[in-house]
């Protein structure tokens, strides 16, 4: 089975504080994706990197970087937090091949979330 | 630009009854995938169940059951047998294909707003 991990479930910070959000994946994908989920609004792609350096930005990038150094982990940094990026985060991984049809190369595994509260 | 709407915020079911949760998108492309996830109150985000665009057989995985209308650009998760256990937050979403003219997707989800099911016992 596919395992996804999130360093924290909960997390508080304060305005300003540098947030770095991290996510492992153990079955060797080649994307890794970050969301935020606010309710409401379903889930909402901030950042995705589909091999090791290589990241894009998602629909909400705004106050947000990544980082991608090894194949297996993908951070989420909040450079300086503000009260507005309060949400819930999701990392998920997924399979990558280029014209590939089966629905597993398409298919997103999650880890179990952030919940982070800034103050 | 793709979209995804699911126009209900909640649902409810009587244990072992039959649910169905709607889901409507909009695309151009003609190579792409559906699907329906799950979030319990635990919070992890579970897979349910996947169809592939280019198959004209709806998806089956035990109790869930999907109705997909290409047509009508349709997507509804049918739940037979309600359990307790299938209280979640579910989310339709959808993802373009590798292929296509509007080049490397790399399975980006877009998802809808999801659907509250509260099971009855």
């Known amino acids: 089975d596919v395992k996804v991990t999130q360093s924290s479930r909960y997390l508080v910070k304060r305005t300003g504080e540098k947030v770095f959000l991290e996510c492992v994946q153990d079955m060797d994908h080649e994307n890794m994706f970050w969301y935020r989920q606010d309710p409401g609004l379903g889930l909402r792609l901030i950042y995705f990197s589909y091999d090791v350096k290589m990241k894009e930005k998602g629909d909400i990038p705004e106050g947000y970087s990544v980082s991608r150094e090894k194949k297996e982990r993908f951070s989420l940094i909040l450079e300086s937090a503000s009260t507005n990026q309060t949400s819930m985060y999701l990392c998920a991984s997924s399979l990558f091949s280029q014209g590939g049809t089966s629905g597993e190369v398409h298919t997103q595994y999650f880890g179990p979330g952030t919940r982070l509260t800034v103050l | ?121």
């Open chain 2, 1 to 121: 630009a793709q979209t995804v709407t699911q126009s209900q915020p909640e649902m409810s079911v009587q244990e072992a009854e039959t649910v169905t949760l709607s889901c409507t998108y909009d695309t151009s492309e003609s190579d792409y995938y559906l699907f329906w996830y799950k979030q319990p109150p635990s919070r992890q985000m579970i897979l349910v169940i996947r169809q592939e665009a280019y198959k004209q057989q709806n998806a089956t995985e035990n109790r869930f059951s999907v109705n997909f209308q290409k047509a009508a650009k349709s997507f509804s998760l049918k739940i037979s047998d309600s359990q307790l256990g299938d209280a979640a937050m579910y989310f339709c979403a959808y993802t373009r294909g590798s292929g296509g003219a509007g080049g490397t997707s790399y399975g980006k989800l877009t998802f809808g707003q999801g659907t509250i099911l509260t099971v009855h016992p």
